[in-house]
């Protein structure tokens, strides 16, 4: 999955708060998103966050 920094992630499953939605804040072998709910950052292995990400909805990927 190629992600970059801004694009907007939407989640297989919500976050705690009830939202679906997160901005990708770090790219590299660790990936931390920012949940658009309640704002709190979550940082996870690339592994486990390719995983968990449904689907990129929009973003700047820097180009």
């Given amino acids: 999955m190629d ?4 694009d907007r992630v939407e989640l297989k499953k919500q976050h705690p ?5 997160g901005v990708i804040t ?5 990936i931390k998103w920012r949940c658009e709910g309640c704002g709190r950052e ?4 690339r592994s486990k966050a390719e995983k968990s990400i449904k689907c990129i909805l929009e973003g700047d990927a820097g180009q």
């Fill in 42 to 45: 979550i940082m996870l292995p």
């Fill in 3 to 6: 992600l970059h920094l801004n």
């Fill in 26 to 30: 770090r790219v590299g072998m660790d």
């Fill in 17 to 21: 708060c009830g939202c679906k939605t």
